[in-house]
T-cell receptor
Framework: GESVGLHLPTLSVQEGDNSIINCAYSNSASDYFIWYKQESGKGPQFIIDIRSNMDKRQGQRVTVLLNKTVKHLSLQIAATQPGDSAVYFCAENTGNQFYFGTGTSLTVIP | DAGVIQSPRHEVTEMGQEVTLRCKPISGHNSLFWYRQTMMRGLELLIYFNNNVPIDDSGMPEDRFSAKMPNASFSTLKIQPSEPRDSAVYFC????????????FGEGSRLTVL
């Protein structure tokens, strides 16, 4: 029978190119955001976080941009590598809970 | 630190059986979370504890699910009786705070109910 499930957005990039993964969050009161990376068969791993009083934060090869006006978050990965292939989730914190988005599947083409 | 430790990694059981999933959080972390991940619904928060006390269990699907945290280093998630729709990967995560900072996830327990 037909399987029904979440249709993860997918992104395919060439190795060495930059990747941009987008996330729309729902609650304008959310004040803290995290990007997670989940490789197959593993739990989500922290990549980078940002508080609502910032609009940009940089890490090693990654940058998170926050646009509170349109409730949009993005993750930019520079010089994407095969090891970056995974599902990426954004999570928003509202008060005392983290809510996760549905995720984006990133495939890096060697 | 060994990170968040979950057991079992895989469990296959028959409908109606009791299932117990276990979690050891990172030492010193005050908050512990149980999540369920499925293709249908993604990553869902089931319950979280702060200082061993359940704070919000509104995500627990129904009375068949229960979670306990008898001490700071151990938590269980129990399903009794289990049903095929409970098949999922169950993640435990811990953090220093429930409101800020990184959630550290375990490797997950993949449950299959036949």
């Amino acid at each position: 029978g037909e399987s029904v499930g979440l249709h993860l957005p997918t992104l395919s990039v060439q190795e060495g190119d930059n990747s941009i993964i987008n996330c729309a969050y729902s609650n304008s009161a959310s004040d803290y955001f995290i990007w997670y990376k989940q490789e197959s068969g593993k739990g989500p791993q922290f990549i980078i976080d940002i508080r609502s009083n910032m609009d940009k934060r940089q890490g090693q090869r990654v940058t998170v941009l926050l646009n509170k006006t349109v409730k949009h978050l993005s993750l930019q990965i520079a010089a994407t590598q095969p090891g970056d292939s995974a599902v990426y989730f954004c999570a928003e914190n509202t008060g005392n809970q983290f809510y996760f988005g549905t995720g984006t599947s990133l495939t890096v083409i060697p | 630190d060994a990170g968040v430790i979950q057991s079992p990694r895989h469990e296959v059981t028959e409908m109606g059986q009791e299932v117990t999933l276990r979690c050891k959080p990172i030492s010193g972390h005050n908050s512990l979370f149980w999540y369920r991940q499925t293709m249908m619904r993604g990553l869902e928060l089931l319950i979280y504890f702060n200082n061993n006390v359940p704070i919000d269990d509104s995500g627990m699907p129904e009375d068949r699910f229960s979670a306990k945290m008898p001490n700071a280093s151990f938590s269980t998630l129990k399903i009794q009786p289990s049903e095929p729709r409970d098949s999922a990967v169950y993640f435990c995560a811990s953090s220093l705070s429930p409101v800020i900072g990184e959630l550290f996830f375990g490797e997950g327990s993949r449950l299959t109910v036949l």
